[in-house]
């Protein structure tokens, strides 16, 4: 199964690139997905990352995930076909 059709929740996330610097690097636990979020656990915190201004690994998996491109609701992505790069 791929990357992009697997559930994150529970799995580890870490940020590539983003059109906010301060979020290059971030990385963390996800908790929550939304259409258009996902929230990571670092330490103590949650933090909410747009998907549409990131991109980012989940666990070790090397493909890179663009946010932008799976803004959809995470039930609705498991389910979808998405163009290989």
Request: charged fraction near 25%; aromatic fraction near 4%.
């Amino acid at each position: 199964m791929d990357i992009y059709n697997q559930t994150w929740i529970g799995r580890e996330l870490t940020v590539l690139t983003s059109t906010d610097s301060s979020l290059v690097n971030r990385q963390g636990c996800v908790v929550d997905e939304t259409r258009n979020t996902l929230a990571i656990r670092e330490g103590d915190r949650t933090v909410t990352l747009n998907k549409a201004s990131i991109t980012f690994t989940v666990g070790d998996h090397p493909v890179v995930i663009e946010g932008a491109m799976v803004g959809h609701r995470p039930e609705d992505r498991i389910h979808r076909t998405y163009r290989k790069a």
